[in-house]
């Protein structure tokens, strides 16, 4: 009797922890699927992070590069200077085709600089220059003085042949300025108005009056 209520009792306790272990079972694989999905998750969470921050600095790198000048500002700086510096040499020699030069390598190196305004001046400048240079070989401000003074009709015409054929002699002076006046007009057009745009285009309408002046003469 003794055997029998002890061999009771063992398989009751067995079918009781048996009807707990799937509970427990299903608790424990939970629990395992619980840290896979946190793992997983971690890991997918982490790889796109890699793969954009290694794009990311990809990227700068390719842009430093792309944005790095062959010469650095300060050289730049320094070439333009040295460029202005040739011009004022060359105007104390009344050396107009030096001055041109150096003017037009000023604008190279203004324009790369990204300084358009001043980029624009040289140009200006250039053209100014070509018209100082046909100012003085056609004695142009004595030309024109003695046309204003003359009063009779038949003078004025007479005398404006002559002025016509003395002033067309350089008038490939006034047609490099006008190219370069064009190129600090077609810069400046960009740019917030002020007094360069003023002056530039007082240079562009002496050099139109001119041309419109020797012109002129072909109806003659």
């Keep these: 009797m003794r055997k029998y209520f002890i061999f009771v009792v063992v398989v009751l306790f067995f079918i009781e922890c048996n009807s707990k272990e799937p509970g427990a079972e299903n608790k424990f ?12 998750l971690a890991v997918m969470d982490q790889e796109p992070i890699v793969e954009k921050i290694t794009e990311q600095v990809s990227k700068q790198t ?3 590069e792309e944005k790095d000048p062959s010469e650095d500002e300060a050289i730049l700086w320094n070439s333009y200077r040295s460029a ?4 004022k040499q060359a105007q104390s020699e009344e050396d107009y085709k030096k001055q041109i030069k ?3 390598e000023a604008a190279v ?13 040289q140009y200006n400048n ?10 003085e070989k056609t004695d142009y ?18 005398y404006r042949k002559e002025a016509r054929k003395q002033l067309s002699k350089e008038k490939g002076l006034l047609s490099k300025a006008e190219g370069y006046l064009a190129k600090a007009k077609e810069i400046d057009d960009k740019l917030e108005e002020s007094s360069r745009t003023t002056t ?21």
Excluded: C, P
């Design 200 to 220: 530039i285009a007082s240079n562009i309408l002496f050099v139109n009056e001119v041309m419109n002046f020797l012109e002129a003469g072909k109806n003659e």
């Design 84 to 87: 202005k510096d040739a011009v």
């Design 102 to 104: 150096y003017l037009l």
């Design 62 to 64: 390719e842009e430093k």
């Design 141 to 158: 401000l004595v030309v024109m003085n003695n046309l204003n003074k003359l009063e009779l009709k038949i003078e004025i015409e007479e």
């Design 109 to 121: 190196y203004a324009k790369a600089l990204q300084r358009y305004d001043i980029e624009a001046w």
């Design 29 to 40: 694989q939970e629990s395992i699927k619980s840290e896979e999905k946190v793992d997983t």
């Design 126 to 135: 250039a053209g100014y220059v070509l018209i100082e240079e046909f100012k």
